[in-house]
């Protein structure tokens, strides 16, 4: 697939699409995956038709039982017999490269990509120097096709995942790797053309900073997953922001990822508190940002609906604890853990065993996180003149 579109990326269960987002609740609109520490503690987190992941470690590795192997099969057996939506299947290869993914690594071509209201998959973001870069695609192209099978209709979790190589029929072995080619039917205006690109090793780059107003202007803060390291990059870019101009955060089409490091992010503008309530196997648990956060300075948070998983905890966390108000769209829904267990034939299976609540006790599977303010195409300009409200502002 493409960048961000990464992390939450969709996994397929050989009998049904599924999807894994890495979530302390993880591919884009993105999308994105992720996974739990056995102990309870999220590490990571996952989501759906999206990808992303809370509070310690990355998370728990499953313990081996057995050779690996490349093939699922068992896991498939599992995951089939569960009925869960939000379950996964990986291979064993698949898991590593799922775990690489979590920190920041995948093989695609560079797109994040989110949906129209009529269906089209639209680009959002280029990753520079991608090969999506390289071939001159640009934001708002329009991605009519994938190998051949239109996108138009089917959800953006799937078409990341043909742009993996994740999904169709050489979805049964292990999926197509670096350097292994693309076909994408592309629309730009009247322009309509197709573009062979090769897939290549990436790095996210998840957190991207810049002041549209100038050094003294408000900070915006672009996050499209949480992927290692992902909090303390926001962290610093909070401390170097200019305290009178105010923080817009963006987490429109945020994976999800890494639980632990959402709530590092969420740190960063809270001093200690809750940032969300979780259960696992009805065991009830819950998440606090440390001390030390900046309070005082203004800030806004853009969400739409490809805001998934971890995307979610953040957003609803500053949001109830009244350190933001929302701006955008309501967000995917996607609240519930899974924790993975790897099975004697060396595939691993990844199980919902729980869900997560916003400091308040609102519920966010299924529901999403509601906008204090709801704007679509204008979504940004709205967001700054709030934060101008706030006190945020050139």
């Not at 920190?103 to 989110?114: Q, T």
């Not at 029929?169 to 573009?195: F, I, Y």
């Not at 809750?274 to 948070?301: F, N």
Request: glycine fraction near 14%; charge should be neutral; include cysteine.
């Amino acid at each position: 697939m493409t960048g961000p579109c990464l992390f939450v990326r969709p996994r397929r269960s050989r009998r049904g699409a599924a999807l894994t987002l890495v979530f302390v609740s993880v591919l884009a609109t993105g999308a994105a995956a992720g996974t739990w520490k056995e102990s309870g503690h999220p590490a990571g987190e996952r989501q759906a038709p999206g990808r992303a992941a809370a509070e310690a470690d990355r998370g728990h590795r499953p313990t081996h039982t057995g050779p690996h192997t490349n093939a699922s099969g068992a896991a498939d057996d599992v995951v089939s017999r569960s009925g869960d939506r939000w379950s996964t299947a990986f291979s064993a290869r698949e898991y590593e490269d799922f775990q690489r993914e979590l920190d920041g690594e995948y093989v695609g071509v560079g797109l994040w990509l989110r949906p129209a209201a009529d269906g089209r998959a639209l680009v959002s973001r280029v990753r520079p120097g991608s090969p999506a870069a390289a071939a001159g695609l640009r934001p708002g192209d329009e991605l009519r096709a994938v190998d051949g099978l239109p996108s138009r209709g089917s959800p953006v979790t799937e078409v990341v995942a043909r742009l993996r190589g994740d999904a169709g029929p050489a979805a049964a072995g292990p999926g197509p790797g670096v350097g292994s080619s693309v076909a994408l039917e592309l629309r730009r205006g009247a322009r309509q053309w197709t573009e062979t690109l090769r897939r290549a090793r990436l790095r996210d780059q998840n957190v991207t900073t810049d002041h549209p107003d100038g050094p003294d202007g408000p900070t915006r803060i672009r996050v499209g997953a949480f992927s290692s390291g992902t909090g303390e990059e926001i962290r610093r870019a909070v401390r170097t922001a200019s305290p009178h101009g105010g923080v817009l955060l963006d987490l429109r089409g945020n994976t999800g990822g890494l639980v632990r490091e959402a709530v590092t992010a969420a740190s960063a503008f809270l001093d200690g508190g809750l940032v969300a309530t979780y259960d696992v196997r009805g065991s009830q648990r819950a998440l606090y940002a440390k001390g030390g956060g900046d309070t005082e300075i203004p800030l806004v948070v853009l969400v739409d609906g490809g805001t998934m998983s971890a995307g979610e905890l953040l957003a609803g966390a500053l949001q109830d604890r009244g350190r933001a108000v929302l701006v955008g769209t309501p967000t995917f829904g996607k609240g519930s853990v899974q924790l993975p267990s790897e099975l004697p034939d060396g595939s691993v299976a990844e199980l919902t065993v729980g869900h997560y609540r916003t400091p308040s006790g609102r519920t966010v599977d299924d529901r999403g996180v509601t906008p204090d303010l709801v704007a679509e195409d204008d979504a940004q300009a709205r967001a700054r003149t709030v934060l101008s409200g706030l006190g945020g502002g050139a």
